[in-house]
C-alpha cells in the first residue's frame, strides 16, 4: 500500500530514515540542517514558513521525500514570483498559502526530490495535484533543481521550468591564488592583486576554523556580523542565534568559518558549508566598515581555502555581478512551478517563456566579460 503524507515537524521522522535518502555531499539537505530551522524558530508558522515535508511511504517504508513549506509569502526564496502575487491579488484569486519545495534562505542548487528509486518520486510528483486541491495550496513550487528532477518535471503536465543565473566559481587545478591569478587578464590580475593587498595593508589577518573549533563567544560574533548585514538596511535577519548554535553542535564537520582580525580584534567573518567537492559560502558580516573587506573575505578568502583544501567548486551565493570580473561564472539554475489556476497557469507560462530567453542572452553576455585570458 502507498500513501502520501505531510510533516509539520521534521523531529518527527527519525534522523536516520531521512537521511538515508539524502546524496552524499548534500549538507543543506541533511536532517541536521533542516531540523535546526525549525527548532531555532527560523521557520515557524509565525514567520509564514510552516513546515510540510512530504513522504511517500509504500508497504511500510519511507521511499520518498521532498522537504516543503506552506508558506504566505515569499521572502526568502531567491526565486522572485512577488509579481505573480501582485497580480493575482488584482485578479481576485488567492496565490497564498503555497507549497514550497525548497531548502529555507539557501539559493543552493541540489537534489530536492530525495527518493532511493526515482519510480517512488515520480509516484510523489504525481501525487501532487491532487494534494495541492485537498490542501487548500495554489500551487507547487520547487526551487533550484538538479538534473535528474528537471528530466522528470519536464516530462510531467503542467510543470513550468524557469531559468536564472548564479556566478560560481571553479578550481581548476591550481596550485595556488597565484596561478589563479596567472590565468586572468593583466588589467584584471593587477585589479584582484591591489585588492588583497589593500586589506593586508589594513592590517588585517584572516583564520579559518570548523564548527566545533568556535566558543559561544564566538558564535555570538557570527551571529552579530550576519544579523548586522540586515540592520544596516532596516531588516529583520532571517536566522536566529540559537538557529547557528544547533548548526555547531548537530553538524560540526560541515562548517566551516573565516574571522577577520585587525590588532587582535575580530570584525568580519563569513560562515560557508562543505560538501562533496564543493565549498558554499552563506552568510557574511561586519561590524566596522574596511575598504575591499567584503570581497576579501567572501571571494579571496574562499578561493584560497578550495585550492589548498581540494575543493573544486566555491559558490558564494545568489546573484552579484561584482563576482563575474573576480572569475565567477555564469551559471543555470532551475525551478519549477505548478498552479491550479488555469488561467494564473496560462499567464505564468508566457511570461516564462520571454524571460527564459533573457535569461539565457543574459548568461551568454556574462560569460564573454568574464576576466580570464583568452590567449
Known amino acids: 500500500m502507498t500513501s502520501l503524507y505531510s510533516l509539520a515537524h521534521l523531529r518527527d521522522l527519525p534522523a536516520a530514515t531521512w537521511d538515508a ?4 555531499g548534500q549538507p543543506f539537505l541533511r536532517h541536521a540542517f533542516l531540523s535546526a530551522m525549525e527548532d531555532s524558530g527560523s521557520v515557524q508558522r509565525n514567520t509564514g514558513w510552516a513546515a510540510e515535508h512530504l513522504v511517500l511511504e509504500r508497504d511500510g517504508q519511507v521511499r520518498a521525500l521532498l522537504p516543503a513549506y506552506r508558506k504566505w509569502h515569499s521572502f526568502g526564496e531567491y526565486v522572485f514570483d512577488h509579481g505573480w502575487a501582485e497580480a493575482c491579488e488584482r485578479a481576485g484569486i488567492a496565490y497564498y498559502p503555497k507549497l514550497l519545495g525548497a531548502v529555507p534562505f539557501s539559493p543552493v542548487s541540489g537534489p530536492r526530490l530525495l527518493a532511493a528509486d526515482p ?27 538538479d538534473p535528474a528532477l528537471d528530466a522528470q518535471l519536464a516530462g510531467l503536465p503542467g510543470w513550468m521550468e524557469r531559468l536564472g543565473c548564479q556566478f560560481h566559481w571553479q578550481n581548476r587545478g591550481y596550485r595556488d591564488f597565484q596561478d589563479f591569478l596567472d590565468s586572468l587578464s593583466s588589467r584584471k590580475r593587477k585589479q584582484m592583486r591591489k585588492e588583497r593587498e589593500q586589506v593586508a595593508g589594513q592590517g588585517i589577518d584572516f583564520r579559518w576554523y570548523r564548527g566545533d573549533e568556535l566558543d559561544e563567544a564566538q558564535w555570538d560574533f557570527v551571529f552579530q556580523c550576519y544579523a548586522n548585514t540586515y540592520a544596516v538596511r532596516r531588516r529583520a535577519p532571517y536566522l536566529t542565534r540559537e538557529f547557528f548554535s544547533l548548526l555547531a553542535e548537530r553538524m560540526p564537520e560541515a562548517l566551516r568559518v573565516v574571522m577577520a582580525r585587525q590588532g587582535g580584534r575580530d570584525v568580519a567573518m563569513a560562515l560557508s558549508l562543505v560538501g562533496g567537492d564543493s565549498l558554499f559560502g552563506r552568510y557574511w558580516g561586519c561590524l566596522d566598515e574596511f575598504d575591499r573587506l567584503h570581497f576579501e573575505t567572501c571571494f579571496y578568502q574562499g578561493m584560497d581555502f578550495a585550492i589548498a583544501e581540494g575543493y573544486q567548486r566555491f559558490d558564494a551565493g545568489a546573484q552579484g555581478e561584482h563576482k563575474l570580473i573576480r572569475g565567477f561564472e555564469p551559471v543555470l539554475t532551475r525551478s519549477w512551478h505548478y498552479l491550479l489556476h488555469p488561467g494564473l497557469r496560462r499567464a505564468v507560462e508566457d511570461f516564462l517563456l520571454q524571460e527564459r530567453e533573457g535569461v539565457k542572452g543574459y548568461a551568454e553576455e556574462a560569460r564573454g566579460m568574464l576576466p580570464y585570458r583568452r590567449d
Open 21 to 24: 535518502l539524502v546524496p552524499a
Open 119 to 145: 519510480a517512488d518520486g515520480l509516484l510523489m510528483l504525481q501525487a501532487l495535484p491532487e494534494y495541492l486541491g485537498k490542501g487548500g495550496l495554489s500551487g507547487a513550487h520547487i526551487n533550484f533543481t
